[in-house]
Antibody, heavy 123, light 107 residues
């Protein structure tokens, strides 16, 4: 069965960096475009970034562009989110999610989600 | 950026009733719209994609319709497990975007 397990969250000071990981199993990771979505405490969902199955195409939300970098290791079935220059407003649960369409360069809907990892940006 | 607006913010209904949730896009998203259900402390779950296609394992009481800028999620006869928050998401243009959610609560 499809499993996505996020890790790397924690408490970090404003301006610092953090890298999230998402370990994937139960499907052919290298065939799947992957996404990061976040949810601030008590708030709705915010799409963050997408990376195509082959790592060639990526897009970001305006709120994180230039600060966050999405990447993947298809040999080890891991998705990453490098977060730099963190701000208080980046505090959220971060979910990785699989795209519902294989071999897509642009991404579509999200058919499987991890349980999320909490990032808290605070002094 | 395409802004997704859901209405109502909260819907109070009883089990067995029919629920209709709305989602509007600031620009056309064609049929590139999905619906998700989220329960407290859980990750979202995909319900509907491509406006009207049910995801694997989703009961037939869930249906989606619409096109362009106006979309609807209908739950034909509410079950106790359906009380949750529902989000729409457009994937027609980057950045992809979600609506703010509709809370479906027990009356």
């Amino acid at each position: 069965q499809v499993q996505l397990v996020e890790s790397g969250g924690g408490v970090v000071q404003p301006g610092r960096s953090l890298r999230l990981s998402c370990a994937a199993s139960g499907f052919t990771f290298s065939d799947s475009t992957m996404h990061w979505v976040r949810q601030a405490p008590g708030k709705g969902l915010e799409w963050v970034a997408v990376l195509s199955f082959d790592g060639r195409n990526k897009h970001y939300a305006d709120s994180v562009k230039g600060r966050f970098t999405i990447s993947r290791d298809n040999s080890n079935n891991i998705l990453y989110l490098q977060m730099n220059s963190l701000r208080a407003e980046d505090t959220a649960v971060y979910y990785c999610a699989r795209d519902g369409v294989t071999f897509t360069w642009y991404g579509e809907y999200l058919d499987y989600w991890g349980q999320g990892t909490l990032v808290t940006v605070s002094t | 950026e395409i802004v997704m607006t859901q209405s109502p913010a909260t819907l109070s209904m009883s089990a067995g009733e029919r629920a209709t949730l709305s989602c509007r896009a600031s620009h056309s998203v064609s049929s590139n719209l999905a619906w998700y259900q989220q329960k407290p402390g859980q990750a979202p779950r995909l319900l509907i994609y491509s406006t009207s296609t049910r995801a694997t394992g989703i009961p037939a009481r869930f249906s989606g319709s619409g096109s362009g800028t106006a979309f609807t999620l209908t739950i034909s006869s509410l079950q106790s497990e359906d009380f949750a928050i529902y989000y729409c998401q457009q994937y027609n243009d980057w950045p992809y975007s979600f609506g703010q959610g509709t809370i479906l609560e027990i009356k």
